[in-house]
């Protein structure tokens, strides 16, 4: 499988006050790492989005994706009613090289609500805008669940989801809402859980993420090429489902 094409939904770029990992702190340090794993795009989120400020991490973002084309990157979302936010919000995500949105809800004072967020946000479900939510970035289950109940069409990847007995949170919600997709990097630790749950709900699920710099991206990438999957289902995991989710932006 070496010729597998990969891309990766879950990469943090800078220091974190908080956690222990060996930051990346350029561009050219990414783009070496993606070499040396044989990545050939990252879909990537800056940690001042969530430690420091959600609009000023979305400006580095936007200065690491810019004029990168291997490159695309994450904006966080603060509500609407603050004005907080540009009123061409969508608009400019498209001119930076954004294709996704993660949602900090916890560490920026807001409920993940619908009467927080709409009416911008049934824009951002029409468009099919992809929007990422962490279990490990201050998510409950509950609160995930409630969210999708508002947002039943929603495209969303469900990242860092834990490792023992996850189906039992994340099968409901595959089982439910038909633009549900979990990223892999923690899924593909528990032993046979990345097989089981391409068998029950098919390839097009789940989308290849690594969590690096905090975890490995070898890792990743073996439990992918030595999965008990078809050829075909590992490059749909691998790139082919991403690459549609972010269909609605020109990648």
Not at 52 to 80: H, I
Not at 127 to 139: D, F
Request: with cysteine; proline share 4%.
């Amino acid at each position: 499988m070496k010729d597998l094409v990969i891309w990766d939904a879950n990469i943090v770029f800078g220091r974190s006050f908080s956690r222990c990992w060996e930051p990346i702190t350029s561009t050219r340090q990414l783009l070496q790492e993606m070499d040396r794993y044989g990545i050939e795009k990252v879909l990537l989120w800056h940690i001042a989005q969530l430690e420091y400020s959600a609009s000023e991490g979305n400006e580095l973002v936007s200065k690491l994706v810019r004029k990168e084309k291997r490159l695309a990157g994450c904006w966080s979302l603060l509500p609407p009613i603050t004005g907080e936010m540009e009123s061409n919000f969508l608009e400019k995500m498209e001119e930076n090289n954004i294709v996704a949105l993660r949602l900090f809800p916890e560490q920026h004072r807001f409920l993940l609500r619908r009467r927080v967020l709409s009416p911008f946000f049934d824009e951002v479900v029409k468009r099919r805008v992809p929007v990422i939510l962490s279990v490990k970035w201050g998510l409950s289950w509950t609160t995930i669940y409630d969210f999708l109940e508002d947002y039943p069409e929603l495209s969303c990847i469900l990242c860092d989801i834990g490792i023992w007995g996850t189906n039992r949170y994340t099968w409901p919600l595959l089982s439910s809402f038909p633009r549900v997709f979990l990223e892999s990097s923690l899924l593909s630790l528990t032993a046979g859980a990345l097989e089981a749950t391409v068998r029950k709900f098919g390839a097009g699920r789940v989308i290849f993420g690594s969590g690096f710099p905090e975890r490995y991206v070898d890792a990743a990438i073996l439990d992918l090429v030595h999965a008990q999957l078809s050829t075909e289902e590992k490059k749909t995991i691998a790139w082919e489902n991403l690459k549609k989710l972010c269909s609605w932006v020109k990648l």
